[in-house]
């Protein structure tokens, strides 16, 4: 019999008493329940009563080899037990050495340096500011801009705020932001009637083509989410525009940032999405899978030349500034290597193929559901587009948060989906099995019948 006053009533209340939570309305949990876990165990999450929620999201995306995995919960016990943290100006350890060597060593040819951070928006606050930095050590500091997709998300803190396209997140707060010029996202759901994703992408890089052309010479970088804008609604684009950036980028003198905090690590059926357009970024952010899950830790990638750029006398004042206290956290690198090693001992991409290609034939009859406008897929992510009418793709109206009614039924019937409004996707842990993934599917079916009931 589970002990009321450690059930999740009682753990609720007091979370309720002292807690505020992220991108949480709490006047909601008035009548949304607050679910206290207590344990993982693969995909799955167990809450104070003993009931268990399948993760369809890996827990904001950052899960992929289960939760409380035990070669990686290995890992750490040993690190915590050898150095926990260490400064890491004027000092280093093995881990990070080891971990940047392997990023190095993983990522694609030519990012050779690696600074470290402690979660995805710092990381892109440490690109966006490496770039600027690059431009103004070569005497350019007139580059001041930064070009952002539309429906893009970088992030929360102030910059990778100011670089991001959702207004849910932007708009209270763009007051206080930097504003960057806008492209139009290369995202295939907004493409024209009858337009392949391909051509879709073309079009678009057509239209930064021409922003370049106007702004380059005050821009410092383009910052993308390489395939998949996954917080704008798990929007999805074809790879040759990022090929067709790079070029881009080359041609007119701007840094390419690649976002792949969310996408990097097996999600898109590569381990980094940017190798599917074989294009190489300025800067590659890394995070969420990079320790599977299990600890904040972010990495910028960059190359020697940018390196090289800040490399001078110190009295020159070239050096980067940039620091958390910590940056390059032992428990974390130690974590990420062991979860890089799962991915070198285990044939893990391959059998995400098919996982992911039994997800895409489950998903594939609600394309003819009167109610959704778009099934769409990259890798490990499947995302279905509710609409109030499928022949005009009229959305239904934000607030009336139909996403919401298929979170609640979710957790009634044990599985934690967390639709972006009227999007309701799957990003579940690689450890999911086929009948893991037909839960998920049937549950979020019954959940977008409730949800479009009335
Ligand atoms: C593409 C992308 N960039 C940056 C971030 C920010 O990462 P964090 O939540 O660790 O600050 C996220 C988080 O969802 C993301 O999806």
Not at 249 to 264: P, Q, Y
Not at 269 to 293: H, I
Not at 401 to 413: D, N, T
Request: negative net charge; contains cysteine.
């Amino acid at each position: 019999m589970n002990n009321p006053a450690s059930g999740n009533a009682a753990l609720a209340a007091r979370d309720l008493r002292h807690v505020w939570h992220p991108c949480t309305q709490m006047h909601d949990h008035e009548s949304v329940p607050m679910v206290p876990i207590v344990r993982g165990e693969g995909a799955w999450l167990i809450d104070a009563d003993g009931r268990r929620y399948l993760d369809g999201i890996s827990s904001w995306w950052t899960n992929l080899f289960g939760h409380a995995n035990p070669r990686i919960a290995a890992a750490l016990a040993e690190q915590a037990r050898t150095l926990e943290h260490v400064i890491f100006a004027g000092f280093t350890h093995e881990p990070a050495i080891e971990l940047a060597e392997a990023l190095v060593r993983i990522t694609p040819p030519g990012l050779d340096r690696v600074f470290y951070a402690d979660n995805g928006s710092a990381a892109i606050e440490v690109a966006l500011k490496m770039s600027f930095h690059y431009w103004l050590n070569q005497g350019h500091g007139e580059k001041t801009r930064f070009i952002a997709l539309t429906g893009s998300y970088h992030g929360e803190t102030l910059g990778a705020l100011s670089v991001s396209d959702v207004a849910l997140y932007r708009k209270t707060y763009a007051p206080l932001l930097l504003t960057p010029f806008l492209a139009p996202s290369p995202d295939a759901y907004e493409g024209e009637p009858g337009e392949s994703p391909e051509q879709t992408a073309k079009r678009r890089l057509g239209e930064l083509r021409t922003l370049l052309e106007r702004h380059a010479h005050e821009t410092c970088a383009v910052i993308v989410e390489p395939l998949v804008q996954c917080a704008g609604g798990m929007r999805m684009y074809h790879p040759s525009y990022l090929s067709g950036l790079r070029a881009l980028c080359n041609e007119f003198a701007v840094h390419f940032i690649a976002d792949e905090i969310a996408v990097g690590f097996g999600r898109t059926g590569t381990l980094f999405a940017c190798e599917q357009a074989s294009a190489t970024p300025d800067f590659m952010c890394l995070s969420k899978g990079l320790t599977g899950g299990f600890l904040p830790l972010s990495a910028v990638l960059t190359s020697e030349r940018i390196y090289q750029a800040f490399y001078a006398e110190y009295s020159a004042g070239k050096a980067f500034l940039h620091s958390h206290s910590y940056t390059g956290n032992p428990l974390a690198c130690r974590v990420a290597l062991e979860t890089l090693a799962i991915f070198r001992d285990e044939p893990v991409l391959q059998r995400n193929r098919q996982l992911a290609a039994h997800l895409a034939r489950r998903l594939e009859p609600l394309r003819a559901h009167p109610h959704v406008a778009d099934v769409r897929q990259t890798g490990m992510i499947a995302a279905i587009e509710l609409v109030a009418d499928k022949a005009s793709r009229r959305p239904y109206p934000a607030e009336e948060r139909r996403g919401l009614r298929v979170y609640l039924h979710g957790l009634q019937h044990g599985v934690l989906l967390r639709p972006l409004g009227n999007v309701v996707y799957f990003m579940p842990p690689y450890v999911v099995d086929a009948s893991e993934i037909d839960l998920l599917v049937d549950t979020a079916i019954a959940g977008i019948e409730r949800a479009v009931a009335s």
